[in-house]
């Protein structure tokens, strides 16, 4: 199971693009990321995008803008590989906070049909609430400590475990675990390693 927009996609280069640097991008991000992982129950997610450029100093024009660029995010070098493989071996479902317009236009750049795709829209909740990951569980037809989870960010963490799934944290940002007795099982800056684990 897999975080759809950091850990499989690089969103963080699309965010810094609109938003004019790498710094400002960054930013923006992780106001969002803030926002949507405190936000519980689903309320509308190009919202959250908005009110994190506000709250990141970004001009609101470039929200919008964002979503308009939705489909020029990029899967990360190895992704569609790494997917290839996984997907003739073991099921795979995705699970994001995104919306699910956003999501099909997310999905899509991937190259590579998702079986299953969960979003926090779909769930009414936003990770890391339980439901979300719960609801993919139900149509994977998994028990949670035989699925490996592949967290993007680091607020995934304790969301995945607390359902019960060990997880793999693909830290392309090399960002800072949270204060949280939820640790992950591997850590990695590349999803490569996820081929001979699973």
Not at 34 to 46: D, H, I, M, N, V
Not at 120 to 135: I, L, S, T, W
Not at 164 to 183: C, D, I, Q, T
Request: hydrophobic share 45%; aromatic share 8%.
């Amino acid at each position: 199971m897999f975080d759809l927009l950091t850990a499989l996609l690089d969103s963080w280069s699309l965010w810094s693009k609109v938003a004019g640097s790498e710094q400002a991008g960054l930013n923006w991000r992780i106001a969002y990321l803030k926002l949507t992982y405190q936000a519980g129950q689903y309320r509308p997610y190009e919202e959250i995008i908005r009110e994190a450029a506000e709250d990141a100093g970004i001009p609101a024009e470039l929200a919008d803008e964002l979503i308009r660029r939705w489909n020029e995010v990029e899967p990360w070098p190895e992704t569609k590989r790494v997917l290839q493989e996984l997907i003739e071996r073991v099921p795979v479902a995705v699970v994001t906070n995104s919306s699910i317009a956003l999501a099909e236009v997310a999905v899509s750049r991937i190259g590579i049909p998702i079986p299953i795709v969960i979003t926090a829209e779909e769930a009414g909740y936003y990770k890391p609430d339980p439901r979300p990951y719960r609801m993919a569980l139900e149509r994977l037809r998994c028990k949670a400590e035989h699925v490996l989870y592949v967290a993007g960010s680091p607020s995934d963490i304790p969301g995945a475990s607390g359902v019960g799934m060990p997880v793999f944290w693909h830290n392309r940002m090399n960002l800072k675990p949270l204060p949280s007795s939820a640790k992950p099982r591997y850590v990695s800056d590349t999803l490569l390693p996820l081929l001979d684990i699973v």
